[in-house]
């Protein structure tokens, strides 16, 4: 395999992979369905009502879960690069992990096949164990498992109310690809070994990678046959889309009309685009290519805060101004992913921090991406260490096994999940922000259309911080409850004064009928630690 320069793979800021109110908690319960591959009693959640509502929980097939050993080949675990025998089995036998957080739904790596060898520009052997690196967009990657293995992991996630996203490469094969052999194929691509790549965005060729030549319309057709058809035979609910910025408009224009026409107006399009924000997201929602962008700002601003950086106001006007999206369009913020080094691991291990920022990414608005283990504190770290095996403590699951687990981090995690989903005005509501002197930020969600209205405090400093705001007016003279701590707060009329602990978080709602309370669990010993 060829060996590129650490500085090629590393251009233009991508990572070697080239992509480089009122409704009910969301309460796991048991299910009559029993699909075959899984337990009896599956849990299950609640469905979001729309992607505005989701939670979404991203996984490296590879690094999740070893359902088939039988499949593995050059699985060496102890090494960063190597494939390390995850599969579509193993997520599909985990799915109870996924669905107990309370995530809505699932983005998992691409699964076609990949190239077959290893490249060695990161100065040690790498594999396409990420996926990203296809050799054949219409087989599937017997690493990962079969086309069956795909429809069984579908069917049992929509069997416990789960949406299953599958990421897909439009842009690039991968290094040396047998595209570039057949004499039918190695004309539709740009590639450093044949020619071609250019300067720009859109005909350069990315991390080194061949490019393939998606304004020719038999080029175009040949990927979107692929990803369309296969979406289509095993019932996925959307994409996630890599390299966006990397394809041109019109592709992404013609994507969208076929996926419609295919597939229906539901089939939900999230796209990757370096540096994606409201703004720099926009030429692709305003012909409504995608639905939704990832949200490059927030890991960035949302870090810093806690850590004392900045005014507080100036994070209150950042978080208000994500509301620039297009409307009719979501952002979608994360605190970790395969791209980026990982939070708790830019926070040096501080998960009182770590608690606070997860908080804001589940309360502040936007479709939250989860990015798997980092519930249960998996340390992460720097390229390739944030792609390290799902932690499984003590259960036999491999390659994870005995690597340990925060489970009381991932209570908090459920919990804060559980109080999101209980009030539309985390997902659909309006910012505004009531107190944002010194360390301690107060802000509104509101939500018009249900009349939800939920106040957040979360204070980063070392010390106690108090603030006072009047009781938004869809709360009326109700008694008021501390959601996250589930304790009750006494008001003065209009007026709350409040108090927060240092580097901790308040939720404040109005109780709820009974049979529509907000909080989302009673039991079960939660801490909250936030
Ligand atoms: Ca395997
Ligand atoms: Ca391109």
Not at 249 to 256: I, L, V
Not at 346 to 364: I, M, P
Not at 498 to 513: D, L, M
């Amino acid at each position: 395999m060829p060996r590129w320069p650490i500085a090629a793979l590393l251009a233009g800021g991508i990572w070697l992979a080239a992509c480089a109110g009122t409704t009910s908690p969301p309460v796991a319960t048991p299910t009559a369905s029993s699909p075959a591959a899984t337990p009896a009693t599956p849990v299950s959640v609640v469905p979001q009502e729309s992607w505005r509502d989701a939670v979404l929980y991203f996984a490296i097939v590879d690094r999740f879960a070893d359902g088939d050993p039988k499949n593995n080949q050059n699985v060496n675990r102890n090494a960063k690069g190597t494939f390390h025998g995850g599969d579509l089995a193993g997520l599909r036998q985990q799915l109870d992990e996924i669905a107990d957080l309370g995530a809505t739904a699932i983005w998992i790596t691409p699964v076609v096949k990949n190239i077959d060898g290893f490249v060695t520009g990161a100065g040690f052997p790498d594999w396409g164990y990420h996926g990203y690196w296809a050799d054949d967009f219409y087989q599937l990657d017997p690493r990962f498992g079969s086309e069956a293995e795909l429809k069984g992991l579908v069917d049992d996630a929509h069997a416990r109310g789960l949406k299953v996203l599958l990421d897909v490469v439009y842009n690039h094969a991968g290094y040396d690809s047998s595209y570039l052999e057949d004499p039918k194929t190695r004309g539709w691509l740009r590639s450093e070994s044949t020619g071609g790549c250019g300067g720009d965005d859109l005909t350069s060729c990315v991390s080194g990678l061949p490019d393939f030549k998606t304004e020719l319309p038999e080029v175009a057709d040949y990927l979107m046959t692929a990803h369309l058809g296969l979406a289509k035979r095993v019932g996925l609910d959307g994409f996630r889309l890599d390299t966006v910025k990397h394809v041109d408009h019109p592709f992404w224009q013609e994507h969208r009309r076929r996926l419609r026409e295919q597939l229906g107006k539901d089939f939900f399009l999230i796209g990757e685009v370096w540096g994606g924000d409201a703004q720099s997201l926009d030429p692709w929602f305003v012909n409504d290519e995608m639905d939704a962008g990832f949200d490059f700002s927030f890991q960035g601003s949302a870090l810093a805060w806690v850590q004392g950086r900045g005014r507080t106001v100036a994070f209150d006007r950042y978080l208000k101004s994500r509301e620039k999206v297009r409307a009719g369009h979501l952002l979608s913020p994360y605190l970790s992913s395969h791209d980026v080094p990982g939070a708790l691991f830019q926070l040096n291990g501080d998960k009182e921090l770590f608690r606070l920022a997860a908080l804001l990414e589940l309360t502040a608005g936007g479709l939250p991406m989860i990015y798997y283990g980092e519930e249960v504190a998996r340390p992460g770290g720097d390229w390739p260490d944030n792609r390290s095996d799902m932690p499984w403590g003590g259960r036999k699951i491999f390659p994870g096994s005995g690597k340990p687990r925060d489970e009381a981090l991932r209570a908090d995690y459920k919990k804060i999940i559980a109080i999101r989903r209980a009030h539309k005005a985390f997902s659909r509501g309006t910012h505004t922000g009531l107190s944002t002197e010194g360390d301690l930020l107060v802000f509104l969600q509101r939500d018009e259309a249900s009349g939800d209205a939920v106040v957040v405090a979360v204070n980063r400093g070392a010390a106690p911080a108090t603030a006072s705001f009047d009781a938004p007016a869809e709360w009326g003279d109700a008694s008021v409850r501390d959601v996250w701590h589930d304790e009750a707060v006494s008001r003065t009329g209009a007026r709350l004064e409040v108090a927060v602990a240092p580097r901790s978080a308040r939720i404040f709602a109005v109780e709820r009928r009974a049979g529509t309370s907000s909080a989302p669990t009673k039991s079960g010993g939660l801490r909250s630690e936030m």
